[in-house]
Antibody
């Protein structure tokens, strides 16, 4: 069965970096786009962008350029998002979600807390 | 960017009631809408795809309709386990955009 399993929660200081992973199983990893979605505390869902695992080509939404980098390692069927120069407003739950239409398979979410 | 408005932001209804949530797109998006349910502390769960198709395993009390710019999502016979926030998503264009969500409570 299809599964997306994300790395665990993170607590970081402002200015640090964090790298979140999303390990896929149960399907051909390179066949589906991988989306990243952010949810700040008490807020709605925000699409950050996606990456094509077949080509490694990322697409970023406005507001997620510069400090956010999507990558994949097809040898371990894993997608990553790295966030650098962390700010308190980056505190959120980050989800990976499969597919062009962001359909039925999501990771469980990775909470990131940025605090001094 | 396509904006998705989703009134109301919250509502409260009784068990057994019919609840309807609307979603309006800022431009024609055909039927390129999904509806999700999100319970606290959990990832969103797909309920409806392509504006009106019930995802596998989703109870038939959930339904949706719409095309173009106006979409609606209905819960018939509201159950206590339906307490959640419901989001629409357009996948017609990039960037993908979600509605702000509607929180449904049971009285």
């Amino acid at each position: 069965q299809v599964q997306l399993v994300q790395s665990g929660s993170e607590v970081k200081k402002p200015g640090a970096s964090v790298k979140i992973s999303c390990k896929a199983s149960g399907y051909t990893f390179s066949d589906s786009l991988m989306n990243w979605v952010r949810q700040a505390p008490g807020q709605g869902l925000e699409w950050m962008g996606w990456i094509n695992p077949n080509t490694g080509n990322p697409t970023y939404a406005q507001g997620f350029t510069g400090r956010f980098v999507f990558s994949v390692d097809t040898s371990v069927n894993t997608a990553y998002v790295q966030i650098s120069s962390l700010k308190p407003e980056d505190s959120a739950v980050y989800y990976c979600a499969r597919g062009f239409t962001i359909g039925d398979f999501w990771g469980q979410g990775t909470p990131v807390t940025v605090s001094s | 960017d396509i904006q998705m408005t989703q009134p109301p932001s919250s509502l409260s209804a009784s068990v057994g009631d019919r609840v309807t949530i609307t979603c309006q797109a800022s431009q024609d998006i055909s039927n390129h809408v999904n509806w999700y349910q999100q319970k606290p502390g959990k990832a969103p769960n797909l309920l409806i795809y392509d504006a009106s198709n019930l995802h596998s395993g989703v109870p038939s009390r959930f339904s949706a309709t719409g095309s173009g710019t106006d979409f609606s999502f209905t819960i018939n016979n509201l159950q206590p386990e339906d307490v959640a926030t419901y989001y629409c998503l357009q996948y017609h264009n990039l960037p993908r955009t979600f509605g702000p969500g509607t929180k449904v409570d049971v009285k």
